[in-house]
């Protein structure tokens, strides 16, 4: 699954939804107002494109809060 077909997705900003700094391993992923957005769908689309995600941020009154994703498991 592409970040950009699942349904709270915001296409129409940055570069359809997403916007990615190589430099800092940063994704920042544009979400459609008063859509609620779902961490599990985002972080297997992540993984499908390849990708560790590791953790996500939220913004509550204008504070940054993190939030972990589930490690990976171990690839043998």
Known sequence: ??????????TKR????????????LLTVAI????????????KAIDDAGYDAV?????DKEKLLPHPFKPA???K
């Not at 940055?14 to 391993?25: A, E, I, N, T």
């Not at 459609?32 to 972080?43: S, V």
């Not at 953790?55 to 913004?59: H, M, P, T």
């Open 55 to 59: 953790e996500w941020y939220s913004l």
């Open 1 to 10: 699954m592409k970040l950009k077909k699942l349904d709270f997705i915001d």
């Open 73 to 75: 498991p171990e690839k």
């Open 14 to 25: 940055f570069k359809r939804g997403v916007d990615m700094d190589v430099k800092m391993q």
């Open 32 to 43: 459609k107002q008063g859509k609620k957005q779902d961490p599990l769908l985002i972080e």
